[in-house]
Structures are given as C-alpha cells and as structure tokens.
C-alpha cells in the first residue's frame, strides 16, 4: 500500500518559515520524481517545486528565492523549505510522487497539509 504523509504545516506569521515533509512508503523512492503542489481557497491546483531524481530542482515563479525542495532517497522524503512567507502563500499543500523509467505515468499524492500565513 502506497502512502504519502505530509507533516510541518501549520499557522505563520507573514515574513516567518516553515519546512514541510512528505515521508512515502510503498514505493521505491529513487524512482520518483518528488514535486509540491498548492491549492488555495477558489483557485486551481498549481505546481510550486520540483526535484527530480537526479536532484535537479525547478520553482514557480513566486516562490523562487524564497522557497528551496530537497529530498533524502535513504529516508524516502522530500522536504519544502519555505522563507519569507506571504499571506498568498496560504493553502493546502500536497506532496506527488511522479513516476521515472519503469514506472512512468504512475502518480501517487498526499493527504495534503495546510498552511496558513496570517498575521
């Protein structure tokens, strides 16, 4: 059975940090892609970071500079980094494990976590 379970979120004040977790189980991680998507209230699913499985990193543009993905194979996880936070950066985070090679056109998701940013 595959699980994503995403942990750290929570209430910040604007300008304050958090780190968001996403340990999987089920899988084998080196053959993912890790990304973490966003929704906030009355708008679509967005694409916010992605680390492949060679390490490469990619960001929305509103977070560049501010937000930093990284992942440990050993620990099956991937991490958000979040800095400098904004009110638009609430939402309900989630964490996908896009699939590589042999698995290719497998996805699984989290639960998703919500963050909140509000002074």
């Known amino acids: 059975q595959v699980q994503l379970v995403e942990s750290g979120g929570g209430l910040v004040q604007p300008g304050g940090s958090l780190r968001l977790s996403c340990t999987a189980s089920?899988?084998?991680?080196?053959?993912?892609?890790m990304n973490w998507y966003r929704q906030a209230p009355g708008k679509q699913r967005e694409l916010v970071a992605v680390?492949?499985?060679?390490?490469?990193?990619n960001y929305t543009d509103s977070v560049k500079d501010r937000f930093t993905i990284s992942r440990d194979d050993a620990e099956n996880a991937v991490y958000l980094q979040m800095n400098r936070l904004k009110p638009e950066d609430t939402a309900v985070y989630y964490c996908?494990?896009?699939?590589?090679?042999?698995?290719?056109?497998?996805?699984?998701w989290g639960q998703g976590i919500l963050v909140t940013v509000s002074s």
């Open positions: 089920g899988i084998i991680f080196s053959f993912y892609n």
């Open positions: 996908n494990a896009a699939g590589q090679f042999v698995y290719y056109g497998v996805n699984y």
């Open positions: 680390i492949n499985i060679g390490g490469g990193t």
